[in-house]
């Protein structure tokens, strides 16, 4: 299989950093084509810096970052840049378009696509993703899981090789969340799509072919999602979250609040919030 | 509450008026105003409002709104009338002198005109954004501006700022609505107090909407830039304006409209 990104001996420091202070350091890993990767780690280990280092949102101190057989420098960052679709966290922060249609054509009215056929990809991309009835919606009126399924449709129509998430599903509802991942999951089978997933979420990572953990900006353990899962609690400590409820649970626990011992949606943790003071 | 005051303003219809091109509707518009000063006498006021409300019929749009588009403005409409009839040059029957003031007939026929100007202006605008979603008239304006470009005026670029703003309305609009939930809940009063403690309670509102807007904004580049924005040049454009039969026929009937006013007038 051939390698279509193939990251060496990274560095990264952010300019306001001291010189002695890396964000990422030594990073080196290889992607497959067509291979799913899931990134993990704590917050501010430096995950999504090394996403944005990828297509050249931020430029590396040292190391090599080739993709699709480009070295990334000044003069191809645009080409890779075209061949790398990125989703980020908060769906509304990267909806540019006034409308859903707008929105999903923004990637190609940037490379100058004819209208055309703009008009028959856009169209192509939101039937994909099972948004044809919203194309003239404002994103005012749609559902974060929604919106962020246009910022895929975008992504689609786009063609790119690689589709990075940037904890793409963390801002969304756990309904949101599952009909991303189902997008993804199809897109994923309709091409080979490399994907490289930045996530908290232990079903997302169990999705991929392989894990990296990323930890205080090293790369620090990598394996099948099985491998990484027999870690057990070690897990939250690698930065995979424990779900949202158990979370509250456990910080509510830690200032001596008695919480249920089953387990809570969100919606029923909602409910015993609401109820705990009257209950007493 | 305040969504309603920007994005209310746009009625959706089907009506001919509805359809019409933005860049048609908005060029017109200005011309109306234009046009207004050719009329001097009655019949050309009374032609300006027959055209205006054949316009609004076929709009399809309730009267009501029209009327409360006169509204807010209807002390300032009186004031300039006030002082067009008092202190106006003279001429015909004089029914009152008292100083510098004067009241005369033909002070009093040019109150009343000033006054159909008046209406007929913002009959016409708030027809022109009762009909016309936002965006479109964005568009519009895009289009009005292209030969800026000769001078080098970012033309795409402020189009593209329009739109983006705009989209970003009713996100920002949710935003201050949470803030203001999130401060009630701390026992912060909106809308209560005289007005120095009111602008008091606001300032807690605007400081985490203007931090999370400029985080907005950076995400939102760093998109952009993601999805290969480079600039305006070398763009295509998705959404593109039609002139269709209609935008002809209605610049048609202004210039008729127009031979007719310079026909009737004193």
Known sequence: MSQIIDVEHLNYRYPQQAADQLTLTDISFTV???????????????????????????????????????????????????????????????????????????????????????????????????????????????????????????????????????????MLDPEGRAEVLQTIRQMKADSDLTVLSITHDIDEAANANRVLVVNDGHLVEEGTPAEIFQHGPALIKMGLDMPYPERLKAALARLGVQVPATYLTEKGMADWLWQLRSNK | MMSKLIFGRYIPGNSVIHHMDPRAKLLLSFYFIGIIFIA????????LFAFTLLAIKLSGVKWSFFINGVKPLIWLILFTVVLQILFSASGGHVYLQWGII??????????????????LIIFMSTLLTLTTPPLELSDAIEYLLMPLKVVHFPVYEVALMLSIALRFVPTLMDETEKIMNAQRARGVDFG????????????????????????????????????G??????????????????????????????????????
């Open chain 1, 32 to 170: 497959a084509a067509g291979e799913w990767v899931a990134i993990v780690g704590h917050n501010g280990s430096g995950k999504s810096t090394l996403a944005k280092n990828l297509n050249g949102l931020l430029a590396p101190v040292s190391g090599k970052i080739t993709i699709d057989g480009q070295v990334l420098s000044e003069q191809t960052v645009w080409d890779i840049r075209r061949k790398i679709g990125m989703v980020f966290q908060n769906p509304d922060n990267q909806f540019v378009g006034a409308t859903v249609e707008d929105d999903v054509a923004f990637s190609l009215e940037n490379q100058g696509i004819p209208r055309d056929e703009m008009l028959s990809r856009v169209a192509e991309a939101l039937a994909q993703v099972d948004m044809q009835d919203f194309a003239t919606r404002e994103p005012a009126r749609l559902s974060g899981g929604q919106k962020q399924r246009v910022a895929l449709a975008g992504m689609i129509a786009a063609r790119p090789q690689i589709l990075i998430l940037d904890e793409a599903t963390s």
């Open chain 2, 40 to 47: 001097n006498n009655w019949p050309t006021y009374v032609l």
């Open chain 2, 102 to 119: 004067t009241i005369s007939q033909f002070g009093l026929i040019n109150g009343v005109y000033i006054f159909c100007r008046f209406v």
């Open chain 2, 192 to 227: 209560e107090g005289n007005i120095f403690q009111q602008m008091r309670a606001i300032v807690p509102l605007l400081i985490p909407l203007f931090v999370s807007s400029f985080n907005r904004a950076e995400d939102l580049a760093t998109a952009m830039e993601a999805r």
């Open chain 2, 229 to 266: 924005y480079q600039g305006g040049e070398g763009r295509s454009k998705y959404r593109i304006l039609k002139w269709h039969g209609r935008d002809t026929w209605a610049t048609v009937a202004f210039a008729a409209l127009t031979v007719a006013l310079v026909f009737l007038r004193a």
